[in-house]
């Protein structure tokens, strides 16, 4: 029997670039905009946070932007605005970054984990969920989307994870799945809901539903494994037809604007 009571997707950016980051080969000088997405679950046994979004201060910050997103990179700087940290979006539902009981993190680029630092800031003592080749391959710092300080403390210590191998029950309704690819050790999230049908959290398997409906990787991969990437797809794509649920992407404008609007949700 599920434990999971409601899902709400939280906007925490929007972000402006090439088709080509989200397409395997494909749109190259298509810009397009996307929107950046965390996800809050409430469970009867606690609340869980999939991914964070981006750190705040080193967008609004001068100094900082100029170093993690300088001009002519090929990231610019997402548009995060007060409204979409992810300690509004929980005021909002009349919570805190305390009520918040386990952060789990899909992969560890600077758009899903930098919200970490602010999160623990603001009182959060989540524990903190990742796959363990995810965090191998960070902290060796191999993947140059992740910012090696979003991993750190405000005293410089590396963050304490929870670092996961095998596929397995976060609580029971919600199932970490491993679907790497676009990172080493990207995992996504399937969540059986008490009315309606399972939603899949695809996270960046999946940027947006052409990589879906046309099985395209995304633009980004961890040392071009576009087989490996294809193969999360398809996979995701198999559990939804036996299960019956739905798969969202993680980037995608107008999947996302189908949504209901926060503060309403998915019970």
Same mark, same amino acid.
């Given at each position: ?25 494909r ?17 009867k ?33 997402p548009?995060?605005r007060e ?13 805190t ?20 630092k602010?999160l ?31 991993? *750190? /403390? =405000?005293?410089? $210590? +590396?963050? %304490? ?13 919600v ?36 990589? *879906? /409906? =046309?099985?395209? $990787? +995304?633009? %980004? ?6 087989d ?40």
């Amino acid at each position: 029997m599920t434990q999971v009571l409601k899902v709400w997707p939280l906007l925490t950016a929007m972000h402006r670039y090439d088709k080509s980051i989200s397409t395997y080969r494909r749109h190259h000088g298509q810009m397009i905009e996307a929107p950046i997405l965390a996800y809050l679950i409430e469970t009867k046994q606690g609340r869980i946070l999939y991914d964070v979004g981006c750190d705040y201060a080193k967008i609004h910050d001068p100094a900082l932007r100029s170093v993690y997103y300088p001009p002519g990179s090929e990231f610019g700087a997402p548009d995060m605005r007060e409204e979409h940290r992810i300690p509004h979006h929980l005021s909002r539902l009349g919570l805190t970054p305390a009520d918040v009981d386990v952060i789990f993190i899909g992969h560890l680029h600077f758009d899903h984990a930098g919200g970490l630092k602010e999160l623990k800031r603001c009182g959060c003592g989540a524990e903190i969920h990742v796959h363990h080749d995810e965090w191998q391959v960070a902290s060796r710092g191999e993947d140059a989307v992740v910012f090696a300080d979003d991993l *750190l /403390d =405000e005293q410089g $210590a +590396p963050i %304490t994870m929870r670092l996961q191998h095998a596929e397995y029950d976060v609580v029971p309704g919600v199932r970490a799945i491993n679907t790497p690819g676009h990172t080493a050790g990207h995992m996504s999230l399937w969540i059986e809901r008490s009315q309606g049908s399972p939603i899949i959290l695809a996270g960046d398997a999946a940027d947006l539903q052409e990589n *879906l /409906d =046309e099985e395209i $990787a +995304p633009g %980004t991969l961890w040392q071009e494994r576009e087989d490996e990437a294809l193969a999360s797809i398809r996979k995701l794509k198999a559990i939804a037809r036996e299960t019956e649920a739905w798969i969202w992407p993680n980037h995608d404008l107008a999947f996302y604007r189908s949504l209901k609007p926060f503060p309403q949700g998915y019970e």
